[in-house]
């Protein structure tokens, strides 16, 4: 998460936060959970949720994590995958994600599985 939001200075908090929101896409319906098992141990995760822009019915991505110990087998291709699976079996046509500009290693795991920067968010800090 420190990558991703240099600026937050308590994550926890933050972690907190975003946890109430999974609890509330899952009340609405509109999250997607989708997990990787190795012998009954969660070792890759991927939250999502469905949402509306512009008229378009998208899934946008939360999480994909993969614990570290299992990353580079394939477990995140495969998460993204299954949910590429989820909304073609629901018509949905657009899976977005935001992450940081510092984030390399992210930008080119989502390049690698054919995503493409389709818009740019610009920050101007002030004070």
């Keep these: 998460m420190r990558i991703n939001l240099p600026g937050v200075e ?42 509306d822009v512009l008229g378009e019915r998208r899934i946008h991505i939360g999480h994909v994590i993969v614990e570290s110990t299992a990353r580079s087998n394939g477990i995140g291709a495969r998460l993204l995958r299954r949910l590429e699976d989820v909304a073609t079996a629901e018509g949905i046509k ?20 054919g995503f493409v920067a389709a818009r740019v968010q610009l920050e101007k800090k002030l004070g």
């Design 10 to 51: 308590d994550p926890a908090e933050l972690a907190g936060t975003g946890y109430d929101d999974m609890v509330r896409f899952h009340q609405d319906g509109s999250a997607v959970l989708i997990g990787a098992f190795e012998e009954s141990v969660v070792v890759g995760l991927l939250w999502a949720y469905r949402r």
């Design 94 to 113: 657009s899976l977005e994600l935001m992450t940081t500009i510092a984030n390399e290693k992210a930008i080119g795991f989502y390049e690698a599985n």
